[in-house]
């Protein structure tokens, strides 16, 4: 057989068919012949594997699928040739799956080729190419690795130059991120055969730039190229390293290069999306689109579809087409590795956008966690972070903004923000990182600091008590704000007006009152409607003693805002500093009644204090006392409910289980709120007071005395009051008087001193007489302390007048007006009495009136009231059985019509829709309902006017009187009673025809005449 043909041998003879290789007949035509002659598998892999090379896959599929049923198996050592076709086969059925994007037929192709090596598994499990073949099909499955690692190194035992194990390994190690691993083998597979294809050139120059050496990948890369001028891979590294270079020139040959990777495989993801992003930046965003889609359709490769994605996503977002940015973004981070944190970057963005901050930090927490150092990531978090009210994610803030100062020492921006955060908890450093910051602006940056840090720095020297040094501070930033006014002129002069009010809020502090209210009064020339220079002015005026000016004051402000809580709350406290208390609850009350300030802590610990401060009064009903304690219970309760970090409301939970004995747990909870916080004095003499109730003097003196060294720079009378009886309780009467004496100093005419002071001295000068082994200066001592004593209980006494005077004096003034109050209410009782008389009198006469009315009314119509009675009674002689019908007005004029007689409609049932008291109103009103008349009613009202025709009217009832007296009063006999009803009768008629003209005219007055006719015959019965 020569080396170009094939020979297929005939079946039962000698001769063979020679098929020259370069001139195949057709698959279908050589498969009819295989199958026909029955020809050895070695003949059918052969010929697959030469149609195959000449790119007939389909032939070369369709004849191994046959070899496996019709080929001739007889012949010595088939299995070696079976194994080939299997495996032949199912590795090209897993290189179809590699390039399918359709997953369905990916996944059918995979389970082809899995069938077909487990059929090979049975034949020869160990056969060297059998492993190799399986171990890329792991490999490529993905979720493999480490069993295609076990059967590569079971090759590379048996053969230690096996290149293709050598390969699988490389790319193994690779796939685990070890470059060098990688590399190594790629090394060994080339020392093996140096005629390697390109890729394994491609493979070395991937861990080169991977191992941060670009020279040698750009080496392996053309190395690659020269061997293979269609080289896709290589062309995409070399194109990567010309535009990494930044140079123009070889931006321009990395872009050729690509454009060449583009003509060769138009497919290629990696090739498209590099060209969309060398797109992205010439600001060409609708080939990004088209390019990055593309791309994303071309491949089933996760990596690469983050990669699209992510360039379509940030193609919209520079587009400002925010929510299809937002799409592709999250459909990135869906696909991406953990590496691959650009899409959690951009998704970040997005949700700043947004305003959701928490899903922002997590993006921006995912990108700082793959790099730890990214400058942008930590100073977004800080940013982020800085806002929140939260301490830990605080804490997080200063820790990004301290390393990004740390690494990048001339970030302003940085610095700046590092000190807003710092100001809340630690105001030295915050003025430090304020300086720094000053310091880039004027030697780095060249430039005049903002007058807002200026007032910020001022602000932090305030808190710190540097009062000359934040005046100077205020005065550089209004000097700059008036400078850089023609700037921004509305801007600089609004922070001019803020700066002015800290500067006039500082002379306060520096007790320069006539200066502070010079500004004030300057800010409210120019802004009348600024509500804390009114506020500030009346503070000013309480503090001077002026009440009423101070009550001015914010009397002003509420001119402004009627519902400004700080206005009612300092009108509140004026009110509770004079113990007005009803007053002053009614000012609380009113900020909790607002919907913006239902919540205000400060009105409801207020409140809670108003309740509080009446448990200190004596109160002898019980329950009075428990009431007032649940109140301002129920108010501290609602502040911690909003605010459980809230201390006042703590220390006045504090105080009411006090009140209620349970002194434990008053100490418990006085104990957390110190450890809250060490800066608060209330809580300090609470504890003092409580360790008093145990019995534990040498605790509350202790107590009382670290309260005066910490928060009184001078001596506190009261809180040296509560020293002094601590040590009289602990028995300390020397210690207990000198205190005394001091607290006298600083208040010499306080009686309540001199009575304490005088008992403590009496009762150690009693202490020293009783002692028999005193000296005579100590009995001298005690006895001059008796006498002291006995003179300032005189002075006392001689007080003691003065003061009943004044209290007498306060009782007359306060009986003179409960007098006057008295006098008053008389007054207007007497008059209310008056005005109630001559009502009163005013009803009778009108009844009176309506009264003789009436009898007048009856007399006049009694005889008609007859005439009505002599027709019913003919009527019901006739016996007929029509009833009478009604008038045209609707009205019934003699009572004898039956309820089932068919009725007119009513005439006048129209008219009873107007107003009828004005002719000329032809207004439509709403029709009333007429309701049944009470028997005992007589007047009429107003309904009974509206009332319509058609409503059915009650029958009069016939006088009883009539039928008793059948002869009758006037001596008529029953036949000329007969012809005068007759007589009647037609009088009736002509009045009734006289009665419809009149309703024609004037409805009301008719209608009106014939109720009360009917009324009238009632009473008549």
Not at 234 to 257: P, R, T, Y
Request: charged residues 30%; aromatic residues 8%; contains cysteine.
């Amino acid at each position: 057989m020569a080396s170009g043909s094939v020979e297929i041998p005939l079946r039962d003879t000698d001769e063979v068919i020679e098929l020259e290789l370069s001139q195949l007949p057709e698959g279908e035509e050589v498969l009819s012949i295989l199958k026909q002659e029955q020809a050895p598998l070695n003949v059918w892999v052969t010929l697959a594997l030469e149609y195959h090379k000449q790119g007939c896959t389909e032939d070369f599929s369709k004849i191994l699928e046959a070899s496996r049923s019709d080929a001739n198996i007889q012949y010595p050592d088939f299995e070696k040739d079976q194994m080939r076709a299997l495996d032949t086969l199912a590795a090209y059925y897993v290189q179809q799956a590699n390039k399918e994007n359709n997953k369905d037929k990916r996944r059918e192709l995979f389970t082809q080729a899995t069938l077909l090596y487990t059929t090979a598994d049975k034949i020869n499990m160990y056969d060297q190419n059998h492993l190799l073949g399986r171990a890329y099909f792991c490999l490529l499955e993905g979720d493999k690795m480490e069993q295609a690692d076990t059967q590569f190194n079971f090759v590379l035992n048996q053969n230690g130059t096996s290149i293709p194990s050598l390969l699988g390994r490389a790319c193994i190690a690779h796939n685990k991120k070890d470059y060098r691993g990688a590399l190594a083998y790629y090394k060994k597979a080339m020392r093996t055969n140096h005629s390697c294809p390109a890729s394994v050139r491609l493979g070395m120059g991937y861990c080169f730039i991977k191992l941060g050496k670009p020279d040698k990948a750009r080496m392996a890369f053309e190395r690659a190229l020269n061997l293979d001028g269609q080289c896709v891979g290589a062309l995409v590294g070399l194109a990567i390293l010309e535009l990494n270079s930044k140079s123009q020139d070889a931006i321009k040959n990395g872009v050729q290069l690509l454009s060449k990777a583009y003509t060769i495989d138009a497919s290629n993801p990696m090739v498209l999306n590099h060209l969309a992003n060398h797109f992205f930046y010439k600001k060409d965003y609708q080939k990004v689109q088209h390019l990055a889609l593309h791309a994303f359709h071309n491949t089933e490769n996760e990596a690469m579809r983050a990669e699209s994605c992510y360039q379509l996503a940030r193609a919209f977002h520079v587009q400002e087409d925010y929510d299809q940015a937002f799409q592709y973004y999250y459909q990135s981070t869906q696909f991406a590795s953990q590496n691959f944190v650009l899409p959690h970057f951009g998704l970040g963005q997005m949700y700043i956008h947004r305003g959701d901050k928490d899903n922002a930090s997590q993006c921006f927490e995912k990108v700082l966690k793959s790099q730890p150092d990214n400058y942008e990531t930590m100073k977004i978090l800080g940013s982020l972070y800085a806002g929140s009210s939260d301490e830990d994610k605080l804490d997080k803030a200063k820790t990004h903004l301290k390393k990004i100062t740390e690494h990048f020492p001339d970030d302003v921006e940085a610095w700046i923000e590092l000190a807003q955060i710092l100001e809340g908890s630690d105001i030295q450093g915050s003025l430090s990182a304020y300086g720094a910051a000053t310091q880039i602006l004027k030697e780095k940056v060249h430039a005049d600091v903002p007058p807002e840090i200026l007032n910020n720095v001022a602000s932090l020297h305030v808190r710190l008590g540097n009062l000359k040094e934040a005046k100077k501070c205020y005065e550089a930033a209004l000097e700059r704000a008036h400078s850089d006014a023609s700037h921004d002129e509305t801007y600089y002069s609004a922070i001019s007006v803020t700066m002015t009010y800290n500067l006039a809020r500082l002379h306060e502090g520096l007790s320069e009152q006539d200066k502070a209210e010079k500004l004030y009064k300057n800010i409210l020339r120019e802004h009348p409607n600024y509500i804390d220079c009114y506020l500030r002015l009346g503070v000013m005026a309480r503090d001077r003693g002026n009440i009423y000016d101070a009550s001015d004051w914010f009397k002003e402000a509420l001119q402004i805002n009627q519902d400004h809580p700080d206005a009612w709350s300092l009108i509140g406290n004026l009110h509770l500093a004079k113990q007005e208390y009803g007053p002053g609850q009614k000012k609380f009350d009113r900020i909790l009644q607002q919907p913006a300030t239902k919540d205000d802590a400060y009105s409801m610990i207020a409140l809670g204090n108003v309740w509080l401060q009446t448990l200190y009064q004596p109160i002898r009903d019980k329950d009075k006392e428990k009431r007032h304690q649940d109140r301002a219970l129920l108010y501290y309760k609602a502040v911690l409910r909003n605010d459980p970090r809230n201390i006042w409301a703590a220390n006045g939970i504090g105080c009411i289980l006090a009140h209620k004995k349970c002194v434990n747990e008053a100490r418990d909870v006085f104990a957390q709120v110190r450890e809250a916080t060490a800066d608060f004095s209330d809580v300090w003499l609470n504890i003092g007071h409580i360790y008093v109730e145990q019995r534990q003097y040498q605790a509350a003196v202790q107590m009382y005395e670290n309260c005066l060294k910490k928060f009184y720079k001078y001596h506190n009378t009261e809180v040296m009051v509560y020293l002094a009886r601590a040590y009289y309780k602990l028995g300390k009467l020397k210690e207990c008087k000198t205190i005394l004496l001091k607290a006298r100093h600083v208040s010499p005419y306080d009686s309540l001193l001199l009575y304490n002071l005088s008992l403590v001295m009496q009762k150690l000068s009693e202490s020293i007489l009783k002692d028999e082994k005193c000296n005579l200066k100590a009995v001298l001592r005690a006895v001059g302390d008796l006498e002291m004593a006995q003179k300032k209980c005189s002075d006392l006494l001689s007080q003691a007048q003065y003061h009943v005077g004044r209290a007498r004096k306060l009782d007359d003034e306060e009986q003179q007006i409960k007098k006057r109050y008295n006098e008053q209410q008389e007054v207007l009782r007497k008059k209310q009495l008056e005005e109630e008389t001559a009502k009163q009198r005013q009803k009778e006469e009108v009844e009176k009136k309506m009264r003789e009315a009436r009898e007048l009314f009856k007399e006049k119509t009694k005889n008609l009231l007859q005439f009505d009675q002599a027709f019913e009674e003919r009527s019901k002689k006739g016996g007929g059985k029509r009833g009478r019908k009604k008038d045209e007005d609707g009205f019934i004029c003699d009572g004898s019509s039956s309820d089932n007689a068919p009725r007119k409609k009513n005439v006048t049932t129209k008219v009873s829709h107007f107003h009828l008291d004005d002719e000329n109103d032809t207004r439509p009103k709403k029709q009333v309902k007429k309701k049944r008349r009470p028997k005992n009613q007589d007047d009429i009202s107003d309904d009974d006017i509206t009332d319509t025709g058609e409503n059915k009217r009650r029958k009069p009832k016939p006088n009883r009187k009539w039928k008793e007296d059948k002869g009758g009063d006037d001596g008529l006999s029953t036949k000329q009673r007969a012809k005068i009803k007759s007589k009647a009768f037609l009088m009736l008629m002509l009045m009734r025809n006289c009665r419809l003209m009149i309703i024609a005219r004037k409805t009301l007055p008719v209608r009106v005449v014939l109720r009360k006719q009917r009324n009238l015959a009632r009473d008549a019965e």
